[in-house]
């Protein structure tokens, strides 16, 4: 993690609501919390800094952590399809902010995108409202890794 995705990641607000998820991304999560845990206690400041990071920012996030089995809605680490109004199509995996990497379609339940898509399910419609404007998308699927 760069220092400027550490400074945007401590940036984020974690919604106050529950954060709906499955139990393996649940697992996932808190198994990454151990992890900066025990790197917190390595002399590497830089690692040190990053573990500090990490688990500033998945803390929250477990603790607002509501399991639930697998459905038909999406949570965190639901993979969904999407259709624009415009034509265009999309496949998005939503994933928790320390987990994002925008080219293969992980985006964070926080941003704009993710945060319209958490709970929906195949064949709502949903208005994003991001920097770049609002967009009408219909989903076209919801499925579980």
Same mark, same amino acid.
């Given at each position: 993690?760069t220092?400027e995705?550490?400074?945007?990641?401590?940036s984020?607000?974690i919604p106050?609501r529950?954060?709906?998820?499955? +139990?393996?991304?649940?697992? =996932?999560?808190?198994?990454a919390?151990r992890?900066?845990?025990?790197?917190?206690?390595? =002399?590497?400041? $830089?690692?040190? /800094?990053?573990? !500090?990071?990490n688990a500033a920012?998945?803390?929250p996030?477990? $603790? /607002?952590a509501?399991?639930?089995?697998?459905? !038909? #809605? *999406? +949570?965190?680490?639901?993979?969904? #399809?999407v259709?624009?109004?415009?034509? &265009?199509? @999309?496949r998005? !995996?939503?994933?928790?902010?320390t !987990?994002v990497?925008? $080219?293969?379609? /992980?985006?964070s339940?926080?941003?704009p995108?993710?945060a319209a898509?958490?709970g929906?399910? @195949?064949? &709502?419609?949903?208005?994003? +409202?991001?920097? *770049?404007g609002a /967009?009408r998308?219909?989903?076209?699927? +919801?499925?579980h *890794?």
């Amino acid at each position: 993690m760069t220092r400027e995705t550490r400074s945007n990641v401590l940036s984020l607000e974690i919604p106050e609501r529950s954060i709906p998820m499955t +139990v393996p991304v649940y697992v =996932r999560l808190r198994n990454a919390l151990r992890a900066s845990e025990r790197q917190l206690e390595r =002399r590497d400041p $830089e690692t040190a /800094r990053e573990a !500090e990071t990490n688990a500033a920012v998945l803390r929250p996030i477990l $603790e /607002r952590a509501h399991v639930l089995p697998i459905g !038909e #809605r *999406a +949570v965190v680490g639901s993979r969904v #399809r999407v259709r624009y109004d415009d034509g &265009d199509s @999309a496949r998005y !995996e939503l994933v928790a902010p320390t !987990e994002v990497d925008a $080219e293969a379609g /992980r985006i964070s339940f926080q941003s704009p995108i993710g945060a319209a898509l958490l709970g929906v399910r @195949a064949g &709502d419609r949903v208005e994003v +409202v991001t920097p *770049a404007g609002a /967009r009408r998308l219909t989903v076209r699927s +919801v499925y579980h *890794a």
